[in-house]
């Protein structure tokens, strides 16, 4: 049986490599490499696969692959710099490896663009698990690309029959992001933080508009996995004590779940906000002034400025979903 070491630091990446290890779990002898602390260890742990992880702390990436001995070596593309080690490593020793792209933002700068020789990081396979980032690779001239279902999108769209469809719930849920590492081409990390400090102040402040067009009462702003500023956004909430917040850490409550309890979701560019859509929610990426969000929403859902949210109406995703999945 041939041996794949799956590496994942991060929540997305993560949960894209669980629903593919599950599917193909008797057809190949696995090992997960993740840090002791991190979303990704979470992630498989939900999923059932705690027996397979690595239990060392600081692993070597250079100790775990002579040991492991793997035949193949499968990775996320987070930004933590811990996959792509694994990649130059299998690289070394001759081992067919492979990057899941689980998203659809900076596809090339999660290979280090635009650094001089950048190409160099590159794996030999880039799986690509969804039309539209098929499309993004292919337009950016990503070699070696490599279509592979998306077992992770497919058993959330099995999960919207179970009473999530137009059930109405009383929260907002904006899902916030984790951004004090991001350096590309579209943002560097102190202007995205302000950008989404100016999108969660257009939702407080014109809360009233949400409350009469969703009928919620309170809003949850849920941190990324691995937002390490528990606080940032305590000054703002000050500004806004007629609001109702809840600040939910996401050690504390599951994702899905968080979906599930709330109404409408709002974010920029999480993809969990493609996780609340799969499952059947108004999930709304607000993208202020010229932004432009990455994410394969249907244009109902894109808006620029909160006053939109009364041009938001809800959309029978089926055809949206069947168009982008493979």
């Not at 409408?264 to 108004?282: E, K, P």
Request: proline residues 4%.
């Amino acid at each position: 049986m041939k041996k794949i070491l799956a590496a994942a630091d991060n929540a997305g990446g993560a949960a894209y490599l669980a629903g593919l290890i599950k599917h193909n779990l008797s057809f190949f002898d696995w090992t997960i490499a993740v840090p002791d602390v991190s979303a990704a260890r979470q992630v498989f742990a939900k999923e059932g696969l705690s027996g397979l992880m690595t239990g060392r702390k600081n692993i070597d990436p250079a100790a775990v692959l002579d040991g492991e001995r793997p035949d193949f070596v499968l990775c996320a593309t987070g930004w933590s710099g811990f996959e792509p080690v694994y990649i130059k490593e299998a690289k070394k020793r001759k081992i067919k490896n492979a990057a899941v792209l689980d998203h659809w933002n900076s596809q090339r700068e999660r290979f280090g663009y635009p650094a001089k020789n950048w190409q160099k990081n590159l794996p030999d396979r880039i799986f690509v698990c969804d039309q539209e980032a098929y499309r993004l690779a292919k337009k950016l001239n990503l070699k070696n690309l490599v279509k592979l279902k998306n077992y992770f999108f497919a058993g959330l769209t099995k999960e919207r029959p179970a009473g999530l469809v137009g059930k109405r719930a009383a929260a907002v849920l904006y899902i916030s992001e984790t951004l004090s590492f991001l350096n590309n081409s579209q943002y560097t990390a102190k202007n995205y933080e302000q950008a989404e400090a100016a999108r969660i102040a257009e939702v407080l402040e014109n809360f009233q508009l949400f409350k009469n067009r969703f009928k919620v009462d309170k809003l949850i702003i849920r941190l990324h996995p691995a937002e390490v500023v528990l606080d940032k956004y305590d000054k703002l909430i000050k500004r806004y004590p007629q609001v109702p917040i809840t600040i939910e850490l996401p050690k504390n409550a599951d994702l899905i779940e968080s979906i599930k309890k709330s109404g409408v979701v709002f974010g920029g560019n999480s993809m969990g906000l493609f996780v609340a859509f799969l499952l059947g929610r108004i999930a709304v990426s607000l993208m202020l002034g010229k932004e432009k969000t990455c994410l394969p929403l249907p244009a109902p859902y894109k808006i620029n400025k909160v006053e939109d949210v009364f041009k938001i109406k809800k959309i029978n995703n089926a055809a949206q979903i069947k168009k982008i999945m493979f």
